[in-house]
Each structure stands twice: as C-alpha cells, then as structure tokens.
C-alpha cells in the first residue's frame, strides 16, 4: 500500500508498506522518506513532488507538523506465533512525528554501540541492566483475549491508576468519556496483569515513551482491536497525554504511549488519560542510554539500553 502526506513545501512523502498500513511522514530538511516495512520499518530516501502539490489543499492541519520523522509501532490483534496470517487489526505500524517547535531533543548522548547489543526482543531487554539502578521485575506473562470483559463504567466517572516503572511510580487519570472502550480495555488488561513485567521499548526524548507490548518488539497485541476514539481537534497531545498507538483506523490494541513533551499530532491516536503524578518520572525515562535496533522504524536511537520495567498497573479507587 503507498499513501502520501503533503507537507508545507515542495516535497511529498510516500510510504511503501507490503506488510500492512502506515501512512506518510514528512522531514523539515525538504527531503522524503518512505517505510517499507514487511515486519520491520526500513527508512529510504523518495521523492513525490507531484504528490504533494495535489494532496497539500486538502491537509492544512498537517503542513504545521514539520520535523524528525518518527514512528510509532503498535500492534493489536492475535499472537504471530499461532497464525500464518496477519491482517491490519493483527499487526500494524503507526507513524507520527513532532512539530518543528517541539522536535525531540536527547538530554543524554546515546554512546556507539554495536546492533548485536542492542535489544531487539522481550528476552534480550531482560538480559540487559535495569534503569535507575532498580531490580528486574518479575517476568511477564504472555496473554491473549477474543475481547475484553465489560466493566460497566459510569462515563462520569475518573478513574486514578499507578503506572510502577523501573525509575518510579507515575499516577495516571482515566477519562471514560473521552474514550470509554479504550479505558475498559486498558483496565481489564490491567486487571489480568498483561501489563506486568512489560518494557518500554521506545523511549524518543522530548516525544513519547512507548509500552504496552509483552514481546517488546512493537509487532504484537492483545489479541483483538478496541475501536477508534480520536479525541477532537481542541483536545492537545501536551507532556502527560497518555494515548494508544494505531496504525490507523481500526488497528489500536494494547499498545500505549506517554508524551514526554506537548506535541503536534493529529487526532489519530486514542487519548484516554493524562500523568497527574510523577511528571518527573518522565524525565528519568528520556536520560537513559539509547540504541539504534536493526528492527526500529525511526531514524534516531530510540531502544533503552536500559531495561525500563512496567511493574503493574493497579487502580487507585
């Protein structure tokens, strides 16, 4: 599938994808890339002038999101080990990026490190040191669901969870009216501890911290999709959001992000919460070491040399 985003210039960006749907990303620098990604992201220079100068009247809400070119992998949908098939619901690749006046900034200088060493699975996350000198947390449980249970919540209500992480505990407000589906199913897989023992596996400084897949790989879910609840246009991805990475409609599971600084995006991605507690926690995940993964879909370091554990997810009230 090849879909182009125009940007504010002459250039268009394409993105080539035989594995499954991700759409476009431009670069401040007047040049274009694209993401073939049979399973993995691989960024190569293209060109689409002539793309853009059709689609850029219809998109003026993305010709302000100019900057690095950065995606979001997320996955929902059934575990790759028991199919041999994959639809867009079951593995996807969602792609962002920051505006210009926020691009990502690295407080800490990724060192030169070989690819052999640098974590590209659940396993070899765990083989490495812990961030913030904490222990390793137990290791986590693989699961998969046909769908998540109904908790019958009140739209009214606002539910308070802790998020312990290897650097400290992060209190996090859920909004159901914002999003009712995405939060059942956040707190049902919360419930049954899918999210104990997990990794972070994409921190991007002064962007999103990324978690919610048991396999660290970015490719895996819960083993359904929770239905789209873009939030509207006036509500801002601002430091603390937190949202659920997609692939575009239809294709959000159990994957979530964090942002670690306000941010431009589109309303494409779920938001169901925001850090009310612990906002300096989120400064602990951008100093830790990164590395680039021969898997990763971004062009800069983006995968922990030190593992960043999500202890559990527990309620509040």
Same mark, same amino acid.
Not at 153 to 182: F, H, M, Q, R
């Given at each position: 599938?090849?879909?182009?985003?125009?940007?504010?210039?002459?250039?268009a960006?394409?993105?080539?994808?035989?594995?499954?749907?991700?759409?476009?990303?431009?670069?401040?620098?007047?040049?274009?890339y694209g993401?073939?990604n049979?399973?993995?992201? !691989?960024?190569?220079?293209?060109?689409?002038?002539?793309?853009?100068?059709?689609?850029?009247?219809?998109? *003026?809400?993305?010709?302000?999101?100019?900057?690095?070119?950065?995606?979001?992998?997320?996955?929902?949908?059934?575990?790759?080990?028991?199919?041999?098939?994959?639809?867009?619901?079951?593995?996807?690749? *969602?792609?962002?990026?920051?505006?210009?006046?926020?691009?990502?900034?690295?407080?800490?200088?990724?060192?030169?490190?070989?690819?052999?060493?640098?974590?590209r699975?659940?396993?070899?996350?765990?083989?490495?040191?812990?961030?913030?000198?904490a222990?390793?947390?137990?290791?986590a449980?693989?699961?998969?669901?046909?769908?998540?249970?109904?908790?019958?919540l009140?739209?009214?209500?606002?539910?308070?969870?802790?998020?312990? *992480?290897?650097?400290?505990?992060?209190? !996090?407000?859920?909004?159901?009216?914002?999003?009712?589906e995405?939060?059942?199913?956040?707190?049902?897989?919360?419930?049954?501890?899918?999210?104990?023992?997990?990794?972070?596996?994409?921190?991007?400084?002064?962007?999103?911290?990324?978690?919610?897949?048991?396999?660290?790989?970015?490719?895996?879910?819960?083993?359904?999709?929770?239905?789209?609840?873009?939030?509207?246009?006036?509500?801002?991805?601002?430091?603390?959001?937190?949202?659920?990475?997609?692939a575009?409609?239809? *294709?959000?599971?159990?994957?979530?992000f964090?942002?670690?600084?306000?941010?431009?995006?589109p309303?494409?991605y779920?938001?169901?919460?925001?850090?009310?507690?612990?906002?300096?926690?989120?400064?602990?995940?951008?100093?830790?070491p990164l590395?680039?993964?021969?898997?990763?879909?971004?062009?800069?370091?983006?995968?922990?040399?030190?593992?960043?554990?999500?202890?559990?997810?527990?309620?509040?009230?």
């Amino acid at each position: 599938m090849i879909s182009t985003i125009p940007r504010a210039g002459s250039a268009a960006y394409e993105v080539e994808n035989p594995g499954f749907a991700a759409p476009s990303i431009p670069r401040a620098d007047g040049r274009v890339y694209g993401v073939e990604n049979p399973g993995f992201a !691989i960024w190569a220079p293209i060109r689409g002038l002539d793309v853009a100068s059709r689609l850029m009247r219809r998109t *003026t809400t993305l010709s302000l999101l100019i900057g690095a070119a950065l995606a979001l992998a997320a996955c929902g949908g059934s575990d790759a080990t028991t199919t041999t098939t994959t639809t867009a619901a079951e593995q996807s690749t *969602t792609t962002t990026q920051p505006p210009a006046t926020t691009a990502p900034t690295t407080t800490t200088t990724a060192p030169e490190v070989g690819l052999e060493i640098v974590p590209r699975n659940y396993d070899e996350f765990r083989a490495q040191p812990t961030a913030c000198g904490a222990q390793a947390a137990e290791p986590a449980i693989p699961m998969q669901f046909d769908a998540p249970a109904d908790l019958d919540l009140s739209p009214d209500a606002t539910i308070g969870v802790t998020l312990s *992480t290897s650097c400290g505990d992060i209190g !996090i407000k859920l909004d159901p009216s914002l999003a009712p589906e995405t939060v059942n199913s956040f707190l049902f897989l919360a419930s049954e501890g899918y999210f104990d023992g997990t990794v972070f596996h994409r921190v991007i400084p002064g962007f999103v911290a990324q978690g919610g897949d048991p396999t660290a790989t970015g490719t895996s879910g819960p083993g359904y999709a929770v239905p789209d609840e873009f939030p509207p246009p006036t509500v801002p991805y601002d430091r603390g959001v937190l949202a659920m990475a997609n692939a575009g409609p239809g *294709t959000t599971g159990s994957q979530f992000f964090i942002m670690l600084a306000d941010g431009g995006l589109p309303p494409q991605y779920s938001i169901f919460g925001w850090v009310t507690e612990g906002l300096e926690i989120l400064d602990l995940l951008q100093e830790v070491p990164l590395g680039q993964s021969p898997t990763s879909p971004d062009p800069t370091p983006s995968t922990p040399l030190e593992t960043i554990y999500i202890n559990s997810v527990t309620t509040q009230n």
